[in-house]
């Protein structure tokens, strides 16, 4: 996607230097776009668990390419024990996106099957960068199912603006490229379908007044910046056609686990009576899970919900928002019911929860 029209991807291997792995700091946005070198599985690891990196499909594409890190620096004389310990110690970086399991153990066992070091780093490589055309390949399909949607709303509406809500950010950021909920949105947009995106803040860490907002401004799209509390009454105002959000995963029936605060906006769209979609690709799927109850939800620091990051002039500046000695809860996400959820959007097209 587009950066000061400059395309990008979130990730990506050095074309000066097949041993260097480079992402897009999240952290540092909206204010500056700065590139992280990733050199060894530790950086990987610190990426994924300080947020440098995340979203569901780059928390997977990055441990992925952190356990072929660990091929590069794995000494010869226990080679085999090496990349296993360290394959644990990536997928412990954060515990609710399936994704990370799944990129890790892929590339894990991908390599198994060689005996020589110096094979096991080439075949490594190779798993982790097709991983990364296969969840392009999943986003931008998940955008072709989606728009359909935003067409059918459109053409009821007589091509008058279609408003969707969306919380937290699944965009190419979080996906390397397209992303999953706003990947509909984009291609609504190259559509010439008239679009407006409430985007929900998504306290404690706002990925949605700085990374959703920051990707649709790059794109042109007109959308408008909320706090988290207000979708419930645009949507008793008739002011929201339709929600969408992605996930981080989702169970054997259908119930999602997303950014806390998701679950909220299921209810409110229920009691509209608005269409609310999950959009995810197969490899956030976890079929070891039978419901959502079961979905480990990751508790991070209470400085986080205690405190509050911002720009003062040119200067980023951290603040005290509540009471001294105030104690805080941080669950980073909560689970939405497959009841609450009209319908799931995969690379494989539009399905109820119950079917997938």
Request: aromatic letters at 6%; glycine letters at 8%; one cysteine or more.
């Amino acid at each position: 996607m587009l950066i000061n029209k400059r395309q990008y991807r979130s990730i990506w291997l050095s074309s000066d230097d097949d041993r260097l792995v480079q992402a897009i700091d999240q952290r540092e946005l909206p204010w500056q776009t700065v590139i992280i070198d990733l050199k060894t599985s530790d950086d990987a690891f610190n990426a994924i668990r300080n947020m440098a990196v995340r979203g569901a499909p780059l928390i997977g594409v990055t441990g992925a390419l952190g356990l072929y890190l660990a091929t590069l620096e794995a000494p010869g004389n226990w080679f085999d024990k090496y990349i296993a310990v360290r394959a644990i110690v990536l997928k412990e970086a954060r515990p609710t996106a399936v994704n990370l399991r799944y990129g890790v153990d892929r590339v894990y066992h991908a390599i198994s099957k060689e005996a020589l070091p110096y094979n096991k780093q080439q075949v490594a490589k190779a798993e982790a960068l097709q991983l990364i055309e296969e969840e392009v390949a999943r986003s931008e399909a998940i955008g072709r199912h989606g728009v359909e949607i935003i067409k059918t709303i459109s053409s009821r509406k007589r091509g008058a603006c279609v408003n969707i809500l969306t919380h937290c950010n699944a965009g190419w950021l979080a996906c390397i490229d397209y992303g999953t909920a706003m990947a509909p949105i984009y291609l609504a947009k190259q559509l010439g379908i008239d679009i407006h995106v409430w985007v929900d803040e998504t306290r404690p860490r706002n990925q949605g007044a700085r990374l959703t907002a920051w990707e649709l401004s790059h794109n042109n799209i007109p959308h408008t910046l909320i706090a988290d509390n207000t979708g419930g009454h645009l949507m008793q105002q008739g002011l929201v056609d339709m929600v969408l959000v992605g996930s981080d995963r989702v169970a054997r029936n259908g119930d999602a686990a997303n950014k806390t605060g998701t679950y909220l906006k299921a209810l409110a769209a229920k009691d509209n009576n608005i269409p609310f979609y999950v959009a995810l690709p197969t490899s956030t799927m976890d079929n070891t899970i039978e419901e959502g109850s079961a979905i480990p939800v990751e508790e991070r620091e209470q400085e986080e919900v205690l405190k509050m990051e911002g720009r003062l002039g040119k200067k980023r500046v951290v603040v005290d928002i509540a009471n001294p000695g105030t104690t805080a809860a941080n669950f980073a996400f909560d689970i939405t019911p497959a009841r609450l959820i009209t319908g799931i959007i995969t690379e494989n097209g539009l399905c109820l929860p119950e079917d997938i």
